[in-house]
């Protein structure tokens, strides 16, 4: 379903009973809602959670919102970063985590649980600092509080992660070397899978320049680690020993920074939640809950 927030259209989808307790996934960079294994977020629907997946902005069947001061083309970004200028972005995380709060208001949701992942870990923090009141717990996975730039050159940054026009076939090619590059080894997902969900993204909607702009708002986050500390918010982070992205020590950071924040490491967890990941996953959201959270609605 499409809806009207924070005064773009995101497209969304719902499951679990209407009435139930709001809990909303947050992806990450580029990739789109049919990303979430279904085992995912039909088992938090099953435990009585009325479970939201959208597609951020700039992905999928969500509004495209390029700006005239900020490029999206990988090329041009690259050229501009090496003159040494700076690199404008379209929007920061802080719009994107206002989007959230906009889908919340258009469904009629005062405040909700929130589980983002890597990129939407990132949303989900801003969301923390600075939406509290609409927040019941955050559940924080594969992520970083400090600049992803930190110890890496800012123009290294971005060439590992601009994407570039492709065609379908290259793009499902890129998608099963992606799983390979940074999927969870403990917990495989079938190649033929992995295909047929790279099919379905492209069928959907897959944009480069779109890709773009969210990267440039991720790397233009500013440090959160100060304001992390002040969170009172019921927190959990959870984040694969085996994940190649994003080290395991950055999520340990997160969990050390807010106070009484929950703190799981898996191993065989690498940075892609897997089908046969799913369930583990749905049992430590449910559990942490239970334990710190509200699951009357």
């Known amino acids: 379903m499409q809806i009207t927030a924070n005064g773009i259209t995101l497209e969304a989808e719902e499951y679990g009973p209407a009435d139930g307790i709001p809990l909303i996934l947050i992806r990450g960079l580029g990739s789109q809602l049919i990303h979430w294994p279904a085992e995912l977020y039909q088992g ?19 509004a495209r919102c ?14 501009l970063a090496a003159s040494g200028a700076p690199v404008p972005a379209a929007y920061t995380l802080a719009d994107m985590a ?13 405040t909700a649980h929130i589980f983002g992942i890597s990129m939407g870990g990132g949303i989900a923090q801003t969301l923390c600092i600075n939406h509290p009141d609409r927040l019941r717990t955050a559940t924080i996975v594969m992520s970083a509080a400090r600049p992803l730039t930190s ?3 800012g123009h290294d ?18 998608w099963v070397q992606e799983h390979a590059n940074h999927g969870s080894p403990g917990f495989p997902m079938p190649e033929a899978d992995i295909r047929a969900e790279a099919e379905r993204a492209w069928a959907r909607g897959v944009d480069a ?9 991720v790397l233009s986050a500013a440090d959160r680690r100060a304001d992390l500390t002040r969170v009172t918010l019921p927190c959990q982070v959870i984040h694969g020993v085996d994940d190649a992205l994003i080290p395991v020590e950055l999520g340990a950071e997160i969990a050390q920074l807010i106070p009484g924040c929950d703190y799981h490491a898996i191993k065989g967890m690498g940075h892609i939640i897997t089908p046969s990941l799913a369930p583990s996953i749905v049992e430590m959201v449910d559990d942490f809950i239970t334990r710190r959270g509200d699951k009357t609605t």
């Open 209 to 217: 320049e779109g890709i773009n702009r969210q990267v440039l708002a």
């Open 98 to 110: 206002n989007d959230v709060v906009g889908l919340m208001d258009a469904l009629n949701i005062a």
């Open 151 to 153: 110890g890496e050159s």
């Open 44 to 62: 938090l629907a099953a435990k009585g959670y009325r479970t939201i997946i959208f597609d951020n902005r700039d992905v999928g069947l969500s």
């Open 157 to 174: 940054v971005l060439a590992r992660l601009l994407s570039y026009p492709m065609e379908r076939d290259a793009y499902i090619e890129s």
């Open 66 to 79: 390029p700006a005239d001061h900020a490029p999206g083309d990988a090329q041009a970004i690259l050229a």
